[in-house]
């Protein structure tokens, strides 16, 4: 079915796919898809006022779609179907009637059927109950492309909103929560303990909030923490995590039999990417026994390489922090004939910080990432690049995200690492190192030039 582009009012326009453009002239709004085949031109519109009740109308199929055909209004019975299935991963996927899909997340009611819900004690407080439309609803989604066409306006892949709900699934008396950090360190991880805690004792009134000394094996191996207001009250001004954390460790039995015997029903962990993982084993081993567990993971990655969210906690002090050593390669580089300063950077497999320093300093020649492949030799070639860099202005600055170049290494490289740290990451080969040795020993042997280079690398 479809819709060709017709104008319904002045300024207005729809598209197939019931997207709406409005470019002057009264406020309409246009929902779902049009349909009238054997007139080819159709549109469905909405009055102003009308939109929010026509728009939750429309998702339980309980409203007409109306069409504007050459001044006749026609009403159309509308099917509205949502189809429910698993992708190849597991994962539960939604199908909504519009041809979006949602990949959605695990729940408790998946494998405890029949919870009883309790209204959301946000409702009766004042400084929450107040906003308007504050709760998200179920059939409220985020699109993982912003940048659509026109035509495809609602399909694609989609993923669940988070925010507050009107119904939740604990009594905030029976919640006994618990917090954990795992893996290395990284600028926030105090600011996310004191947030969790505040949040869960002022604005949900939850009393018993436990922290996880040490990481996964403070499950099993070590006293917990009671954590308050009070006594998180100034953490955010500290570095590191008032938790500890360790790498490894996680012993799932010990860990699920830890918080079955502690009554846990509520796990918060704070982690990257082996963590994550580990989060989801005891997420799993919880549903093989049926508990009442809710396990969130809240990632921890200072490389903003998370799709959906704006940007992950700790990255804009990583920037920062960069462009110190930039700034001081720079000047390094500057003061020495054939200067070269040459930074690593942190990013296992994206980009993010690399990039963002080499654009906020401006004193960047070359930014190497691990999206975009290099290569060293020939025209186009990095030690190419160098010389001519060098030539024009006596100097230069390297920028390198530790991710970078691994496969030109790996060929380059007898002894491949094929070694992993006890959080199960692949221990990357040194690209700063290896460059260093690569430019110097060329320039000296192919053009009989001193290069005077300066190595910073900063890696979390």
């Known amino acids: ?9 002045p300024g207005l326009h729809t598209c197939a796919g019931g997207a709406c453009v409005q470019r002057s002239g009264r406020a309409e709004a246009c929902l779902g898809v049009s349909v009238a085949e054997e007139k080819g031109l159709s549109a469905l519109r909405v009055s102003s006022e009308k939109i929010e009740e026509r728009r939750k109308g429309f998702l339980k199929g309980e409203y007409h779609r109306k069409f504007v055909m050459h001044a006749v209004v026609m009403e159309v019975p509308v099917v509205r179907e949502t189809r429910m299935g698993l992708n190849l991963n597991g994962t539960k996927v939604y199908t909504g009637a519009g041809g979006a899909i949602l990949e959605d997340v695990p729940h408790l009611t998946d494998w405890l059927s029949g919870l009883p819900t309790y209204p959301n004690p946000l409702k009766y407080n004042p400084a929450y109950s107040a906003a308007r439309q504050y709760f998200v609803e179920e059939t409220d989604t985020v699109a ?4 659509v066409n026109i035509n495809d306006v609602g399909h694609g892949i989609h993923f669940r909103r988070a ?8 009594k905030p008396e029976e919640v006994r929560a618990c917090i954990v950090t795992c893996g290395g360190l990284c600028p926030g991880i105090n600011t996310v303990i004191r947030e969790i805690v505040c949040g869960l004792w002022t ?16 499950f099993y191996s070590k006293n917990t923490i009671d954590l308050t207001p009070k006594t998180v009250n100034d953490i ?3 570095g590191g995590t008032v938790l500890q954390t360790s790498r490894g460790g996680h012993d799932l039995g010990k860990i699920v039999d830890s918080i079955q015997d502690r009554d846990i029903n509520q796990v918060y962990i704070i982690g990257g990417d082996g963590t994550q993982k580990g989060a989801n084993a005891i997420y799993e081993e919880c549903k093989r026994r049926g508990l009442k567990v809710a396990v969130a993971g809240i990632p921890k990655t200072i490389d903003n390489d998370i799709d959906v969210i704006d940007k992950s906690f700790g990255f804009d002090t990583a920037v920062e922090e960069a462009q110190r050593a930039i700034n001081a390669a720079h000047v390094e580089a500057e003061s020495v004939q054939n200067g070269l300063g040459l930074v690593k950077l942190m990013g296992r497999y994206s ?8 654009l906020a300093s401006r004193d960047v020649d070359c930014c190497l990432i691990p999206e975009v492949p290099f290569y060293l030799h020939g025209s186009g070639g990095l030690i190419e690049f160098v010389r001519k860099r060098l030539r024009e202005s006596g ?8 991710g970078a170049g691994q496969e030109l290494m790996a060929e380059s490289t007898v002894n491949n690492n094929d070694l992993k740290d006890a959080s199960g990451n692949k221990l990357l080969l040194d690209v700063g190192l290896w460059l260093c ?7 000296q042997a192919e053009f009989r030039e001193t290069l005077n280079l300066k190595y910073i690398g900063m890696i979390k």
Do not use: N, W
Not at 163 to 170: H, N
């Open 395 to 402: 100097h230069m600055v390297i920028v390198v995200a530790e």
């Open 203 to 218: 604005q949900y009134g939850v009393r018993e909030i436990l922290g996880i000394d040490g990481g996964y094996r403070g």
């Open 163 to 170: 925010g507050p709900r009107d119904q939740i699934y604990f």
């Open 1 to 9: 079915m479809a819709c060709c582009s017709t104008r319904i009012s």
């Open 351 to 358: 980009g993010y910080i690399a990039m963002h320093a080499t």
């Open 236 to 238: 955010h001004k500290r």
């Open 144 to 147: 993982k492309d912003v940048v």
């Open 437 to 443: 040795t690569i430019l110097k020993d060329h320039f």
